[in-house]
């Protein structure tokens, strides 16, 4: 029988953890109607009003407790600009209790998802409404369950902690960051919070333990993969249609993915699935500027790492831009003075989840594919130029969501031949459409061999096509110039990965939850990211793990409706105050589950 620093809490009874559960229910409503909300390149919300907020509450709760100044340290980090969100934004850092290496950090993050283009709310987003379901009392609004309602459970266990704060052997810390939707691009300003409390205590801030209070289902994820991304702008010429080399381009990041796949060597059986994922999001096409936009989202496992799929990437990019500048696709190909006729290409995706997804990207590639091979059937003389005239909404932010899509194509040559090759066309979209759907059916086989849940089964991958009015390629590969493929990769996007180092801390943790909280505690990784990776490379000799009230993406936290019960805060409150119990109290007995 080991002797752990983990016990069940002693100090919280039955009545102080209603007291506290009625107040941060009480306090949640308040703050979720406090708009939040972070959007890329600005529209987004101030979290000055949230934060200061959040301050004045617990400095008045502190002041009515009687903590001396020495017991309270409270660091803010304001933001008068920020780059992306273009709205002020604050950092809060809060210590209370010694000053100390130990102890445990609560962290959370302030911002919200968007409900911009989210039109199913049954509720006002930012109106908190109260009901009762199935017996449970449910909150519904925009940041319950992602994740005000975790801040707020962290928030009570700390004023409960406050009450005997001068028996504290460890501190109990607080942080709020921002921007964490936008890809953690806060963590910059919390890095430097930590530092300014440093300076001012003369001491570093090495908690034992950081719980970023996302929501997982009371489950404890002690890793998650990293994450960067890449956004790809292809510029054509008279002479090279971006479109066409932006499905190259794709093709070329399909081909990276399988060569993931394949190598065993890069694969981490502690994820599902094991080896590194990426995900198209986007492609974008302007016939007018003949020019393109994709972006790619990956997700690297510890072996396969940041550089190694950078220079995959680098590379696919050197070759398309190589074919670019010394070939032409046939595609690109005018007539001048001859007939047009246009089509319009409907398609959508297929949720294929988030190892190889058969999303609208992949299915607007299969289609220039198919343009492609018929133009090059007849590149001899030309007889009918095809021309992709415009792309809407190919694709979806977050790769989660298949997406959906429309190419427009016209068709240029002798009207005969033009009925000629629209008879092909459709004939090579059926046989897509069946090799798309047969590869979803095999999929499907290999989910329920591993014995894990299948996908919808589909008749079709939902391309449909069909004659529209004429629309003029506006002579848009006519223009002049050079050809070229910008990669963007920007770093600050590139979230780390949690260290699985740590283990007996991680057994600790769930150990101390699952006493406090009379069940089992699972213990696994994490898909979806946080800002734990960022905060486990700042504080390296932290146990760095993700555990929080309510179901993520079950309670849409990233979607419509968003809602927490009030049964999952109290459970969040019981269980950080066995923490604070263990970490911070220092209280001790035998483990042995």
């Not at 409900?115 to 909150?139: A, F, V």
């Not at 700042?538 to 009230?549: D, S």
Request: aromatic share 6%.
């Amino acid at each position: 029988m080991a002797e752990s620093k983990i016990s069940k809490p002693q100090r919280s009874s039955p009545i102080a953890i209603v007291d506290a559960t009625r107040e941060a229910w009480r306090r949640l409503e308040e703050v979720v109607a406090i708009p939040t909300y972070t959007v890329f390149g600005g529209n987004s919300a101030s979290n000055i009003p949230y934060i200061d907020n959040v301050r004045s509450y617990i400095e008045g709760r502190m002041s009515e407790i009687g903590v001396s100044d020495k017991d309270l340290h409270i660091v803010e980090i304001a933001n008068t600009y920020d780059e992306e969100t273009r709205k002020p934004q604050k950092t809060l850092l809060i210590r209370l209790g010694p000053n100390t290496p130990g102890g445990v950090m609560f962290c959370g993050h302030s911002d919200v998802v968007s409900t911009e283009g989210q039109p199913g709310w049954n509720t006002s987003p930012y109106k908190p409404e109260i009901k009762i379901l199935d017996g449970e009392e449910r909150m519904y609004g925009r940041g319950t369950v992602d994740m005000k309602g975790g801040i707020e459970a962290a928030i009570q266990t700390m004023l409960n902690t406050a009450k005997n704060a001068t028996t504290l052997k460890k501190p109990v810390y607080l942080a709020i960051t921002h921007s964490e939707e936008l890809g953690s691009l806060g963590f910059e300003d919390f890095q430097k919070a930590l530092k300014k409390m440093e300076e001012e205590s003369s001491a570093r801030v090495i908690p034992e333990s950081v719980i970023v209070a996302e929501a997982t289902d009371s489950d404890v994820l002690f890793a998650h993969k990293g994450a960067t991304g890449y956004t790809a702008t292809i510029q054509g010429n008279r002479h090279a249609n971006a479109f066409d080399y932006a499905a190259q381009l794709v093709i070329k990041f399909n081909e990276i993915q399988e060569k993931l796949i394949r190598d065993k060597a890069t694969h981490d059986t502690a994820f599902d699935p094991p080896y590194a994922i990426v995900n198209l999001g986007i492609l974008d096409y302007d016939p007018i500027k003949n020019s393109a936009r994709i972006e790619a989202h990956v997700r690297t496992t510890p072996k396969a790492g940041f550089r190694a799929i950078d220079a995959l990437v680098k590379k696919a990019v050197g070759e398309v831009t190589y074919g670019m500048e010394n070939e032409s696709i046939p595609s690109s190909v005018i007539l001048d003075n001859a007939p047009i006729s246009s089509y319009e290409l409907n398609f959508t995706g297929i949720d294929g989840h988030s190892a190889y997804p058969e999303n609208a990207v992949n299915a607007a590639v299969y289609i220039a594919k198919t343009m492609q091979e018929i133009q090059t059937v007849r590149k001899e003389n030309f007889d009918v130029g095809i021309h992709f005239v415009e792309a809407r909404d190919i694709g979806s932010a977050g790769n989660s969501i298949p997406g959906s899509g429309t190419l427009y194509i016209t068709l240029q040559g002798g009207q005969s031949r033009i009925d000629d090759v629209w008879k092909d066309i459709q004939e090579k979209i059926r046989i897509v459409d069946n090799e798309m759907c047969a590869e979803q059916r095999k999929k499907n086989y290999n989910l329920r061999r591993a014995g894990k849940d299948s996908l919808p089964e589909v008749t079709g991958f939902g391309i449909s096509a069909r004659q529209v009015d004429p629309i003029s390629p506006l002579n848009a590969t006519r223009t002049t110039g050079t050809t070229s493929i910008a990669i963007h990769h920007d770093e600050r996007l590139e979230r780390p990965l949690i260290p699985k180092s740590d283990q007996s801390g991680v057994l600790n943790i769930s150990n101390t939850l699952s006493n406090a909280l009379g069940k089992d505690i699972k213990q696994g990784t994490g898909s979806f990211l946080t800002d734990a990776g960022f905060i486990s490379a700042m504080i390296p000799e932290a146990t760095v793990v993700v555990y929080g009230p309510g179901n993520l993406l079950g309670q849409g936290g990233h979607g419509v409706n968003e809602y927490i019960e009030r049964k999952q805060i109290k459970e969040a409150i019981t269980g950080n105050n066995a923490l604070v119990d263990a970490l911070c109290f220092q209280k001790t007995q035998s483990i042995g589950r």
